[in-house]
């Protein structure tokens, strides 16, 4: 009889040896054989939790998601001002284990197969949603609607492209000029707001 929280330590053990091999020998190269072999458990033992390699990608990267958007909510409900849940999506998505080439490796496969897996491009979808509904519930708070939401798509744009440049670029901008970065172009946006009203 498995000891209880067995499955849920054992599934954790593997999606940390899932992001080891990508982060070490790339998506294509991290077999279920692979993984398993890092995990210290059979390849059957992993199919048996996540049936294939997508099952697997699938469930890392919903664990990576769920850390972000823990981090994410802890920030948003410690904001008292539309500004400061600004900062605060800023600050989450652009945190510095998000800058991590461990987990880097794994968002940028996840990124790659969300265009041939259906599963993985839900995925995706809802994590663009939610980072676009938090920017653009804060914003629409100080501006009209229309300027709110393309602010909230400009910022959401912006702060993956600062990731994804920082990833590929071997961490530059790190996370702190990132950070800053995504601020100037608020502070700059919500100025000419003032200017223009």
Same mark, same amino acid.
């Given at each position: 009889? +498995?000891?209880?929280?067995?499955?849920?330590?054992?599934?954790? %053990?593997? /999606?940390?040896?899932? *992001?080891? #091999?990508?982060?070490?020998?790339?998506?294509?190269?991290?077999?279920?054989? #692979? *993984?398993?072999?890092?995990?210290? $458990?059979?390849?059957?033992? &992993?199919?048996?939790?996540?049936?294939?390699?997508?099952?697997?990608?699938?469930?890392?990267?919903? #664990?990576? !998601?769920?850390?972000?958007?823990?981090?994410? /909510? =802890?920030?948003?409900?410690?904001?008292?001002?539309?500004?400061?849940? &600004?900062?605060? &999506?800023?600050?989450?998505?652009?945190?510095?284990? %998000?800058?991590d080439p461990r987990l880097a490796k794994v968002w940028l496969a996840f990124w790659a197969q969300s265009l041939h897996v259906p599963t993985l491009g839900r995925i995706q979808r809802?994590?663009?949603?939610?980072? !676009?509904?938090?920017?653009?519930?804060?914003?629409?708070? $100080?501006?009209p609607p229309p300027r709110a939401r393309d602010l909230a798509q400009g910022l959401a744009g912006l702060i993956d492209g600062l990731w994804l440049r920082a990833t590929l670029a071997?961490? %530059? +901008?790190?996370? =702190?000029?990132?950070?800053?970065?995504?601020?100037?172009?608020?502070?700059? %946006?919500? =100025?000419?707001?003032? $200017?223009? =009203?």
């Open positions: 009889m +498995p000891k209880l929280g067995m499955e849920r330590l054992r599934r954790r %053990q593997l /999606i940390e040896a899932t *992001i080891d #091999a990508v982060h070490e020998v790339g998506f294509a190269a991290a077999s279920l054989q #692979a *993984i398993a072999k890092r995990a210290g $458990v059979s390849p059957g033992l &992993v199919a048996h939790y996540f049936t294939d390699k997508n099952g697997l990608l699938e469930a890392t990267l919903r #664990a990576l !998601f769920e850390d972000l958007n823990r981090d994410m /909510i =802890a920030r948003l409900t410690a904001a008292e001002t539309p500004r400061a849940r &600004v900062e605060a &999506v800023i600050d989450a998505n652009l945190a510095s284990n %998000q800058f809802i994590y663009q949603r939610r980072m !676009f509904d938090n920017l653009f519930h804060a914003l629409k708070q $100080v501006l071997g961490g %530059q +901008p790190g996370s =702190a000029a990132a950070r800053r970065i995504a601020r100037n172009y608020l502070d700059a %946006q919500l =100025a000419r707001e003032t $200017v223009n =009203a």
